[in-house]
């Protein structure tokens, strides 16, 4: 929108430039004609009369005197009807030179609006198009190659990050397996373990599974990022979200926690990753399990209002600070200290990955009476209603 206001404001500005010259000119030429118009009334005014000639009499000179009258009115008539037709031409000449000034500007400005159009179609998915503005060498062309060239410094840059997040993901997978495998060596030794041996391992291990959720993150994210959608289908959105709150009822037990779901009338379906899908719902009732008092209520909805797909999970507890829950969908933020828990940090953000990933939005509102909504929202070519 800011970009349609800039753009507008720069034509707006060339017509009236160009409106102005236009005008100007039109002053100029009524000025040279209202001169001219006035040096030919006041030559004919100051013809001399001279002395009467002989012979001459007074009837003769009443002619005279009635026809220099007579004269001087015609030349008032006509300067009026000059000034007045000089004055309708230059409204005319102001109203044409706005239109045609207007018209200059877009015609100027046309090149400006197609290298506008096709950066904006340019996101961080297909960094890989270039605007390959054709046309002569001329400032316009300057301006494409460019952004041409920034896009391909921007593609490299996008690239060695998700190489690097991948890759250093991939590394540290084989350091922590053989610590692993080292705290169960260690552990199952005939001799007797020493208790201490075995907390410590314990505990061990817990932080390794910690670690090894947290790089699980930063590869689907990784994924996400670059648009890697593996095994595309259509499913089922309320199959997904059953199966996820089937999987966690033990969790869902521990904490005396009530669910509710609810759906709409018709089964929502989804086209996309399944891995990717699954995992967004999981992260959603992971989080608000995770998050939630003993004893407290979780509601999930889904539904369609025929173009977007959504999904709605409403969780209780005290009221949040509405700009820190805005800031949830970022890597590493968190409620406090009692939102901490033992999770990467990465719940949210990942949703917001795969939702973005497929078209989609998350949605995250502080809940006036207490509590956090989370919202899915997926564009209709992402829920078509055909059966898998």
Same mark, same amino acid.
């Given at each position: 929108m800011r970009l349609g206001l800039s753009r507008r404001t720069v034509r707006s500005r060339f017509t009236a430039l160009y409106g102005a010259v236009f005008l100007l000119s039109g002053v100029g030429l009524l000025a040279i004609v209202a001169v001219v118009a006035s040096g030919g009334t006041r030559t004919s005014e100051a013809a001399p009369a001279g002395p009467p000639a002989s012979g001459w009499t007074a009837e003769s000179q009443a002619r005279i005197h009635q026809l220099q009258d007579q004269l001087a009115q015609v030349h008032a008539a006509q300067s009026r009807q000059l000034l007045t037709a000089s004055l309708i031409a230059l409204g005319v000449m102001a109203v044409a030179s706005v239109v045609l000034g207007r018209l200059v500007a877009g015609r100027v400005l046309r090149p400006l609006r197609t290298v506008t159009a096709a950066t904006r179609r340019i996101t961080a998915e297909n960094l890989h198009e270039r605007l390959a503005v054709p046309g002569p060498a001329d400032e316009v062309k300057d301006l494409a190659d460019t952004i041409d060239e920034l896009l391909e410094r921007l593609e490299g840059a996008f690239a060695a990050q998700r190489r690097f997040v991948a =890759? +250093?993901?991939?590394?540290?997978?084989? #350091?922590?397996?053989?610590?692993?495998?080292s705290l169960d060596v260690a552990v199952a030794k005939p001799e007797p373990v020493p208790a201490q041996t075995t907390?410590? *391992?314990?505990r061990l291990r817990t932080e390794l599974d910690q670690v090894?959720?947290?790089?699980?993150?930063?590869?689907?994210? +990784?994924?996400t990022q670059h648009g890697d959608l593996p095994d595309h289908t259509t499913l089922s959105l309320g199959s997904v979200v059953s199966e996820a709150l089937? +999987?966690?009822a033990a969790d869902i037990a521990a904490k005396g926690l009530t669910v509710r779901e609810t759906a709409g009338r018709d089964d929502v379906r989804l086209r996309g990753s399944r891995t990717l899908l699954r995992r967004m719902v999981d992260n959603v009732?992971? =989080?608000?399990?995770?998050? =939630?008092?003993?004893?407290?209520?979780?509601r999930v909805a889904t539904e369609?209002?025929? +173009? %977007?797909a959504h999904l709605v999970v409403d %969780?209780?507890? #005290?009221v949040l600070d509405a700009r820190q829950v *805005?800031?949830?969908?970022? #890597?590493?933020?968190?409620?406090?200290?009692?939102?901490?828990?033992s999770g990467s940090g990465l719940g949210l953000s990942i949703v917001a990955s795969i939702a973005a990933a497929h078209g989609g939005e998350l949605d995250l509102r502080a809940r006036p009476e207490g509590g956090l909504r989370v919202g899915i929202s997926l564009p209709v070519h992402m829920a078509a209603g055909v059966p898998s």
């Open positions: =890759n +250093a993901s991939h590394e540290l997978r084989t #350091p922590l397996a053989t610590m692993r495998a907390a410590l *391992a314990g090894d959720r947290l790089l699980d993150g930063f590869l689907v994210l +990784a994924r089937a +999987a966690r009732i992971d =989080n608000a399990i995770a998050h =939630n008092h003993d004893g407290g209520w979780i369609t209002d025929g +173009a %977007t %969780t209780g507890g #005290p *805005a800031e949830l969908a970022q #890597p590493f933020r968190r409620l406090g200290a009692d939102r901490t828990g």
